[in-house]
């Protein structure tokens, strides 16, 4: 075993070790010797320290596009301890591979474990999208979307069902439309955010008036999942409520409305997120607004507005 994996094994093998991200690095791209060394060492560990050894990987990867651990991540899925599969899953999101898609599905139906069950849920809609999109396989498409139907019609756990259909928000299935209608329609909040959610995920204009009339909502939750649709439909016509729910009490919609306003773009939005980051003292919101307009200058070309000429030392970037 070569000396740097059999030094960082040993110490990940001590729970009193604190983990190091640039150590973590190594396990980029394992090969066959290299990932059988993990596997052993793996195997040995407790669920604690596997979750919190997943998540700094997680974000890892988010941060370093090189970085690749998703060997590690999949073996993660056959895991014993729930949490376990379930920060494995949420580790890929961004895996487009035909097994996986398969092996979602699969956890979707027949594991144990609501929370796996619901991240499973979740994770396959970005298989939904893509074969949309025809980026995969019409069968495995099927697939998925069968799974998704039988989950969001039966599965015991309603967070399981309410993930389920706002995975399927992508699919252009004739029996999708009426189940997100009868989740908006339902009077229960959490189902009506699914509903939200799903229609964002549709690119179906149908579903405008339905956003428009909840970004004001009196429920904090609802009010952000249509602030958040807005964006994603690109709805034109809510760019004034938009600007106006930057203001909002709770952090949730103000983010919201701060993407949402990325995603539409446009000279008035410019200058509303630049007020706003001319006037704000929380550097997570600053970023925030930073990546919002900058998104809105690769867009549209807003650069080209004085007041987007942002201090490039600024350490809240």
Request: proline residues 3%.
């Amino acid at each position: 075993m070569p000396t740097d994996l059999q030094h960082l094994l040993e110490t990940l093998s001590d729970p009193a070790q604190p983990v190091s991200d640039a150590s973590l690095e190594t396990l980029s791209d394992l090969d066959t010797a290299r990932r059988q060394a993990f596997q052993a060492a793996w195997a040995t560990w407790a669920p604690v320290r596997k979750i919190e050894v997943l998540e700094h990987l997680g974000r890892l990867a988010n941060e370093d596009v090189e970085l690749d651990f998703d060997r590690i991540d999949r073996l993660a899925l056959a895991d014993a301890d729930a949490g376990v599969r379930r920060q494995a899953i949420l580790n890929l999101w961004e895996c487009e591979d035909s097994g996986l898609g398969q092996r979602l599905a699969a956890l979707l139906v027949a594991d144990a474990s609501a929370d796996v069950r619901a991240a499973a849920a979740a994770a396959l809609g970005r298989f939904v999208y893509l074969g949309e999109v025809e980026e995969i396989d019409a069968q495995l498409l099927r697939q998925v979307e069968d799974r998704l139907l039988m989950a969001q019609r039966g599965d015991p756990e309603n967070a399981v069902r309410l993930r389920s259909l706002e995975s399927l928000g992508y699919s252009s299935r004739p029996e999708v439309p009426a189940l997100i209608e009868a989740a908006y329609n339902s009077g229960d909040e959490r189902q009506i955010q699914a509903g939200l959610k799903a229609m964002a995920h549709s690119a179906n204009p149908v579903w405008e008036e339905y956003v428009l009339k909840n970004l004001h909502h009196a429920a904090p939750g609802i009010r952000a999942e249509a602030t958040r649709a807005a964006g994603e439909l690109e709805i034109r016509e809510s760019a004034d409520d938009l600007i106006e729910l930057t203001e909002d009490a709770i952090d949730l919609v103000r983010q919201a409305a701060i993407w949402s306003l990325a995603q539409i773009g446009g000279e008035d939005a410019a200058q509303a997120l630049t007020r706003l980051l001319d006037h704000t003292d929380n550097e997570d919101e600053a970023a925030l607004l930073e990546d919002a307009l900058d998104y809105i200058a690769f867009v549209d070309g807003t650069r080209d507005i004085p007041l987007l000429d942002f201090d490039a030392e600024d350490p809240s970037r």
